[in-house]
């Protein structure tokens, strides 16, 4: 046998798995399980208690908040699987970065199985569904003994591969604000095999006037740090100028400048050139794409 | 301390109501307790691909799956794919037609992959399948007749001739580079 000794729970709702949450000790929660069971399978994680979410009711959807024409947002539950996303026509159409994005996530048996929340709280910060989350302003939706609430991604990883969640709560959803039809976008990522954590990504989100000048632009890195990053700097340099190379060489070129982490994988001054390149690419490409109907 | 639960599953169409530790993983219980030993298992933690089974019709790696968690859904091996003892799949019978298997031993995984996309695309150029079986690895390095061999059979299905042969290599290119253009589906079938 190879995952450790645990009992397993397999609650219908919500509520039954924030109860289960309050009162068990050392419980870990079930998603798809593409990261948490070869971790159970190498014993790297020894649980008591195992809470398989997969019957949850109610956390399996892909749907649209209305805002501003044009602009709203795609609200998508926990137990989505990510093959769902990918073939979703309206993330396609409404949140195409994250369709992208999540093409690139794994290998089409691991989507079949993976889920957007599960991947949020697995929280890798290489993941590319945690970049485009901190990319897009994602904000999450948790539940817990004291009901629901709404977490800015941006505040959501406490520390590498940590959620801010209190030991009772489970993500339910995430909320992706849209940015409006015929934006630029791009993520593009460099990883030693296909189908691998990213080194380093880059997601891009560009917007610009009738006379060619960025009035809007996202620049986010995944890879580098604990969490994604987002190239503020990069991002008001782009404000009012017209995009072209040599001043985006410019401005990506400041991202050497980046603090990054040296692991097996990459030393950090390799992703800083990563950084910088990929970052470009993205940028490129985004604009390219400006007005072109999804 | 083994906790238990008897879960009813049905594999390759056959119901099956067994008593399994919690802890079981589906590809271990496919194996030791249904003796279906067609669905290996080469790393255990979701990387190589040669334990992929089709749960619910969608692809899946079974060592990352655990038996109760196939409580009520369906399963289908690489057992599952022959129509009968004496007919291959065409999947299979392209595989042995192009020596698509050197060992093997990712093959069972190889053939589940490729069900499920052939399913999805019945038209996929050859990177599609390459990108498709990405997550499968093949230690022989076997992958260039692998490819040959789906693309005969994505070719055989649209036919809708399983049993016809035709000979793939014979309309390669002599710098082996593959696969020709007429095997490359018409954009306005997709």
Redesign the interface.
Known sequence: ????????H?PRSVADVVGLLARLDNAKLLAG??SL??M???RFVLPDH?I?L?RVDGLSYIREQNGAPDIGAIEIGAMTRQ?DIEFSDLVRRRCPLLAEAVGQV?????R??GTLGGSLCHLDPAAELVTVAAALDATVTVAGKNGARGIDFAAFPAAYMTPALAPDELLTAATFPCWPAGHGYAFVEFSRR??DFAIVSAAALIEQDRNGKVTRAALTLGGMGPAPLRAREVEAALLGETIEDKRLREVCESLRQLDAVDDIHAPASYRRQLATVLSRRALVKAHERIGARA | MSERRTIAVTVNGARHEVSVPVRLTLADFLRHHLRLTGTHLGCEHGVCGACTVLFDGRSARSCLMLAVQADGHEVTTVEGLAPDGNTLHPLQQAFHDHHGLQCGFCTPGMLITLVELLRDNPAPSEADIRVGISGNLCRCTGYHNIVVAALEAAKRMRSDDGCQRSDVRSQMSDDGKHPTSDLRPPTSDL
């Open positions: 046998m190879k995952p450790p000794a645990f009992s397993y397999d399980g593409q069971m070869p159970l399978n190498m195992l398989d997969n093959r794994g290998h089409r048996q691991t079949n199985r296909h189908g």
